[in-house]
């Protein structure tokens, strides 16, 4: 992957409010970028990223008390603006690593990593220490053949 021309982080705490602080970051960063047309894929994807993050390390509760908040892990979010793609990685502790469900959208869950896979070029993840980086990256353009 070439060096990015744009980079930018947010640590949040594995709660669910995570997921509108990571949808304000992206929304503001892409903004500032001039990436305003992937900006709607791009909080799909890291709604469905961060979710399955709190999901897998967090506290899911909606009103958790604080007592609960006292150990959360953390998920780290980053945003790559590259030559002709921004790409999304979401962190979190937890070292097992996701796999897409065979696509049943009727099911109630395990739908996220398929729409995930529907708006992105490519999605992945690789191990990081401690737990694992999911990754996925959006077209800035769209490919001449689509
Ligand atoms: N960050 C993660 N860490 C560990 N396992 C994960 C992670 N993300 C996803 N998974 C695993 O992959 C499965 C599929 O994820 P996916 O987002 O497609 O569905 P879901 O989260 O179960 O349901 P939905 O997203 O539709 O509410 C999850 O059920 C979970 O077992
Ligand atoms: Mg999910």
């Keep these: 992957?070439?060096?990015?021309?744009?980079?930018?982080?947010?640590?949040?705490?594995?709660?669910?409010t995570a997921v509108g602080c990571s949808r304000m970051f992206v929304e503001t960063t892409l903004t500032k970028w001039g990436a305003t047309p992937v900006i709607d894929d791009a909080l799909l994807v890291v709604?469905?990223?961060?979710?399955?993050?709190?999901?897998?390390?967090?506290?899911?509760?909606?009103?958790?008390?604080?007592?609960?908040?006292?150990?959360?892990?953390?998920?780290?979010?980053?945003?790559?603006?590259?030559?002709?793609?921004?790409?999304?990685?979401?962190?979190?502790?937890?070292?097992?690593?996701?796999?897409?469900?065979?696509?049943?959208?009727?099911?109630e869950s395990g739908r996220g990593l398929s729409l995930v896979e529907a708006v992105t070029s490519r999605w992945g993840s690789r191990p990081a220490w401690p737990g694992k980086v999911v990754w996925a990256e959006l077209p800035l353009q769209p490919h001449p053949e689509e």
Excluded: C, H, Y
């Design 1 to 16: 992957m070439p060096p990015p021309l744009f980079s930018e982080r947010l640590e949040l705490a594995a709660v669910l």
């Design 47 to 107: 709604s469905e990223l961060v979710t399955n993050s709190v999901k897998a390390t967090g506290v899911t509760t909606p009103d958790p008390n604080w007592a609960e908040l006292g150990k959360l892990n953390l998920i780290s979010v980053r945003l790559l603006g590259l030559e002709q793609s921004i790409m999304i990685e979401v962190w979190d502790v937890e070292s097992r690593t996701p796999v897409a469900q065979s696509a049943d959208f009727d099911a």
